[in-house]
């Protein structure tokens, strides 16, 4: 697996998002198997690995504590703080970023991971109540104190990177971004570029859409986010099946599979970018890190973004109810 700079972060050209393993896909995957894959992922040259406290809640950071102990030297961890819990229900209660928070945060954080720092901490998401200089101040004092090593923002807006980058340097920006999510390109993406802060895309794949193995027809569990998300709708699907066409037609003359197109598309439009695909699976993990060697060409770029861009996407995205990360 090739590298790639987040800032001054050195990861895998693919990360591998792990939210799925616990939460937010239906019911947890099984513990030995999803700690089989983490070493796997390891083994086939992943070193970036994408949690956060919210994903259980806590659960998720615990598997990672667990599954990448034995490999920790050789991968770099990404977490994110940014909400209140429960402590006796653990149900995240909303946004909080007060600088003390985010300190106890981070203790429990390190507690769960079982590690003495945090490779990557990001806030999840932007805080109305509190100054984002307020909160790039208590990570650059984490960061002085060896217990973070870099600072990163979630879900965010060209301003607020600007002000951040101001106190504290950001390394990487995580907001949503694939063929059906395109809304960085227009601000976002081009502050990153003039500040040389990385962007790690989530949900790259369009919550699994994007691979082409969701039948338009299915429904999804009340514990699949995907239930309430209005892409996810029935007419929507359909209406948006001509995106998966799309892919689908590339994939033929690649001979690549829908996936790996969304992914090498989003690796090929800068070489600071690196997605994070989630899934439970080998076969499927092999399957994403495999888009890594798929070249597309500029003409193959352009001609996709282009006819991607023609494409109305029914539904909106669906990321704003705060149970989802």
Not at 63 to 71: R, Y
Not at 136 to 144: C, M, T
Not at 195 to 212: D, E, H, Y
């Amino acid at each position: 697996m090739k590298s790639r700079k987040l800032g001054d972060l050195e990861v895998s050209a693919l990360g591998l998002g792990c939210m799925g393993m616990s939460a937010n896909f239906g019911p947890a995957g099984d513990r030995g198997e999803m700690i089989a894959l983490l070493r796997a992922a390891v083994d086939r040259g992943i070193t970036f690995f994408d949690t956060a406290e919210t994903y259980g809640p806590f659960d998720n950071e615990e598997l990672l504590g667990e599954g990448l102990a034995p490999v920790r030297e050789r991968v770099v961890i990404a977490t994110k703080f940014g909400f209140a819990f429960d402590p006796v229900t653990r149900q995240r209660l909303g946004l909080n970023s007060r600088p003390e928070h985010i300190r106890e945060a981070v203790e429990g954080s390190l507690k769960r991971l079982g590690t003495d720092h945090i490779d990557l901490l990001y806030q999840h998401r932007v805080d109305p109540a509190v100054p984002i200089e307020d909160v790039a101040g208590a990570v650059r004092d984490l960061i002085a104190a060896g217990k973070v090593r870099h600072f990163g923002l979630s879900e965010t807006g060209a301003e607020t990177i600007r002000r951040a980058h101001a106190v504290q340097p950001v390394a990487a920006v995580q907001n949503e971004y694939s063929l059906w999510a395109r809304d960085p390109e227009a601000d976002v993406l081009p502050t990153c570029e003039a500040l040389r802060i990385g962007f790690v895309p989530w949900s790259p794949l369009g919550q699994g859409f994007l691979t082409g193995t969701v039948d338009p027809n299915q429904t999804f569990a009340p514990s699949d986010v995907r239930s309430w998300f209005p892409r996810f709708t029935p007419e929507a699907m359909k209406a948006n099946q001509a995106l998966v066409d799309l892919l689908q037609d590339v994939a033929r003359a690649k001979q690549a599979t829908p996936a790996q197109i969304a992914l090498a598309w989003l690796l090929a439009q800068k070489p600071w970018i690196v997605p994070i695909p989630g899934t439970r699976r080998l076969s499927r993990l092999e399957e994403n890190m495999a888009a890594a060697e798929v070249m597309l060409t500029a003409d193959v770029v352009r001609s996709l973004s282009d006819a991607a861009a023609k494409i109305v996407v029914q539904g909106a995205r669906g990321t704003g109810r705060e149970q989802y990360g």
